[in-house]
């Protein structure tokens, strides 16, 4: 299984670990008790992160990494907990100038796939 590549950037302050919404059915309440039905057994996070000031080579890196891996699993440490997660892309890649003509400023959006 692939890793996620090493970057000269870390996340910023816009950084998202989210459970799932779909892991606990809540039912109509009409007869004044909750039904609450759990789903699933493994509730896969999803974190969502920005790295600004990315440098053309780093975004090429991410870029080549997403097109070869866009369709499986692959490792990811993040850097948050300092844990590696078996992850997987929810969708591809933000790019967009930050400020400079050279740098970037990356979106991305990572579901575990495993617990």
Known sequence: MNTF?????????VFSDEQSDKAVLVGDMASGYPLINKLF???PRTFSFEMPCVPEADKQ???AFYENNKDV?????NKQDNMTYEVAFVSK????????????RIT????????
Do not use: A, H, N
């Open 108 to 115: 991305l959006s990572l579901r575990q796939t495993t617990p």
């Open 73 to 77: 699993p692959f490792y990811w440490l």
């Open 93 to 104: 890649p933000g790019c967009r100038l930050d400020g400079r003509g050279d740098l970037w």
């Open 41 to 43: 057994t493994f509730d």
């Open 61 to 63: 890196e991410i870029m």
């Open 5 to 13: 590549p090493v970057i000269s950037r870390k996340p910023s302050q």
